[in-house]
């Protein structure tokens, strides 16, 4: 399994060493430089071809602007056997940086992925911030956008999983997880859905501890947090076991 966590760019070791106690062979690096801002998606490549030549079976798992990532890479890579994305959204938005004009977060062949951008005429009305507003109001602001940066879910011929917490304050994980579902169910493709109303944006699996906490505002609750661990649990054991 390789195991990219989001924007706050942690190397998941303790993720990973939970995932070695089911058996699987779990790796984990910081994935981007400053900002996930124009990260080529070949950069992957030779994580995954190592664990490719090591296991019988590959897995991506990412949360957030992770889970992005591993929802491209399985429709690039016919070798993924199963993704696993918590909390993901499903179109390639923009690039995490406050330079203007806004640029994608992704490149494949030296070229852009179309994105979503953030509406810059955005203002919070909490302190600190919930940035589930941002995204909402984006999406709106820039409809036109969104069919040419959805993310080719319909492309993933291995099994998808997908976390979401009903309490996600950064941005609406469960619409955007319904909406891949939708599009991968018309296309013929099942996947399995797993929420928890009063969860927040990061789940905590089962010998997990929490995160850190954040200057960002994530939603749910450690109970919440952890019930919707325990809930996925039983999925990751099947896709680890095959």
């Known amino acids: 399994m ?14 990973c060493d939970v ?3 089911l058996g699987a062979t779990a790796a984990s690096y910081r994935w981007f430089g400053e900002a996930v801002d124009l990260v080529p998606l070949e950069s992957f490549e030779d994580a995954l071809s190592v664990l490719h030549e090591r296991c019988d079976r590959l897995v991506v798992m990412g949360t957030s602007r992770g889970a992005e990532a591993a929802l491209l890479l399985g429709a690039m890579h016919e070798e993924i056997d199963a993704v696993v994305a918590i909390s993901a959204p499903h179109v390639v938005w923009a690039a995490l940086s406050t330079d203007r004009p806004q640029r994608s977060s992704w490149t494949r062949g030296g070229e852009p992925l179309s994105f979503v951008p953030y509406d810059d ?6 302190s600190p911030p919930e940035y589930v ?4 109001q984006s999406l709106e602001t820039y409809a036109d956008r969104v069919p040419a940066a959805r993310l080719p879910v319909e492309r993933i011929s291995g099994d998808v999983l997908l976390v979401a917490g009903g309490d996600d304050r950064l941005w609406p994980s469960c619409d955007m997880a319904e ?3 939708a599009r991968r169910s018309a296309a013929g493709l099942p996947t399995v859905l797993v929420t928890h109303p009063a969860a927040g944006h990061r789940v905590v699996l089962p010998g997990e501890q929490p995160a850190p906490r954040s200057h960002l505002v994530h939603g749910g609750t450690p109970e919440a947090d952890a019930e919707l661990g325990r809930l996925v649990w039983p999925h990751l054991v099947g896709i680890v076991g095959g």
């Not at 507003?133 to 909402?136: L, S």
């Open 2 to 15: 390789l195991v990219l966590a989001g924007s706050s760019g942690r190397v998941e070791s303790a993720r």
């Open 19 to 21: 995932l070695a106690g």
């Open 121 to 126: 005429g955005w203002e919070p009305d909490t």
């Open 133 to 136: 507003g941002m995204y909402e």
């Open 179 to 181: 909406e891949i579902v």
